[in-house]
């Protein structure tokens, strides 16, 4: 599909954004239309109002809800046959029990956490964070209280190591349009990650949790009888099977990595096939297929096929949805909303690295993708950046973060991940923002803090 130029005025097109997002709050919060309903709704009523021709209203409805579901529903029903196999067969007890025996009790959202932060270096945030989810549940089951409480802190390690820390797609390609070292931006984005996750995250977790008393949910969960004492898993296994998608996942995020360095040669045959194999979609399937290999001596491949298929069926709903959220999202980039709102500020004046995190805040509110928001940012702001001669290295990486700071805020009903979290941890639309809104925002906003006073200091 060709891309649609848009001749409307950028304050026109601005209102249209606030209206519609207006209407969602109504439509989905006061008036308790069904989420999926009101997205597709507003999708189509904003396309037609912020003047994308009527030819192209439909294909670009189509294209945003597709390109959604294209990247989440493999994903989602992989990393939920994978959960499920780990659940029934007592690997998420098992790793549950390990994680509290060395943290202790009162630790567990932090073991849960950290554990979450290493998983996540290498893992997409979705993938990371379905995978994880039976852990979770096995945690939350076993202590009580708010599902918040254990949720957000993994959920929020997830967040930062895939917005700040390369190998992730996002801080590598605006690493490659401002021309910063990938290396030097590793270690400053696992600097800035560290104490942004605690802060943000870990300790807004167990916030919220007492706050917000949300139930353990069957989601992901089963009520199906424990495995038996001599069944259950050795922890190494567990965690093998853990490792095992971070480790093929690192060889396309890692690879890309190394090409974008300069290290190895990206063309070569070798490098694309272990690329491929790294992809994600591939790595849980590989990962799916020795689960089963590993547990069928056990159960069965008629047992393990029951619960794989099984498992499928809650969550179809939630890839509905956040294929409808993307269709919104899709449907604002299309329009022009993001361009024009980023075209207003690009000449503000302010200090670029303010100006980037401005920037990327407002293409995030705009449009919903935070890696879209990333790049696009950097890619704006690349030739204020290169024409200043007098930047050091270690800047360049802080308008890095700063980007991927302001890309990370304010995740709201155009972002696929709000609906995704949403949806698994059994929230409802206004609880999430108070919840998971407001943690995005507050981990943004404090990694961009941190590394606008750093760029004060050196």
Known sequence: ????????????????????????????????????????????????????????????????????????????????????????????????DKLIGTFGANKAPLALGIASLIFGFPIFFDAGLIVMMPIIFSVA??????????????????????????????????????????????????????????????LFGVYAGKKFNIPLMSLLSSQEPKPQPDKLPRFATVMSLLLLPMLLIFLDTGLNTLTAAGIIDGSSPLTKVLRMI????????????VCLIVFAKDYGMKE?????????????????????????????RSSGIGDALAGLLTDTGMPVIVAAFVIATCLRVAQGSATVALTTTAALISPMVLATVDLSALYLCFIVIAIAGGATVLSHFNDSGFWLVSRLLGMDEKTTLRTWTVMETLLGTIAFLIVWVLSLVF
């Not at 599909?1 to 207006?22: K, R």
């Not at 499928?312 to 709903?317: D, E, Q, S």
Request: proline share 6%; with cysteine.
């Open 141 to 202: 089951k076993r202590f009580g209280g708010s599902l918040l409480i254990y949720a957000l802190p993994a959920a929020g390690a997830f967040a930062v190591m895939h917005a700040f820390v390369p190998p992730h797609p996002g801080p590598v390609a605006a690493a490659g349009f401002l021309g910063a070292d990938i290396g030097l931006l590793l270690l400053v984005g696992l600097l800035v990650a560290a104490p942004t996750w605690y802060l943000g995250s870990y």
């Open 304 to 332: 393990l096929d029951r619960l794989c298929s099984e498992s499928l069926a809650p969550i179809c709903g939630v890839i509905l949805i956040t294929g409808a959220g993307g269709m919104y999202g899709g449907v604002l």
């Open 1 to 96: 599909m060709q891309d649609i130029i848009n001749t409307a005025s950028p304050f026109f097109l601005l209102c249209v954004a606030a209206l519609s997002i207006i209407a969602l709050l109504l439509l989905i919060i006061k008036l308790r239309v069904n989420a999926f309903v009101a997205l597709i709704l507003v999708s189509f009523c904003t396309a037609v109002i912020a003047g994308i021709p009527s030819e192209a209203v439909v294909p670009t409805l189509m294209n945003g809800f597709g390109g959604t579901l294209a990247s989440v529903a493999l994903l989602v029903g992989l990393g939920a046959m994978i959960g499920k196999l780990l659940e029934i067969s007592g690997g998420a007890q098992v790793l549950a």
């Open 278 to 289: 790294g992809k994600t979609p591939i790595a849980l399937l590989i990962t799916l297929l």
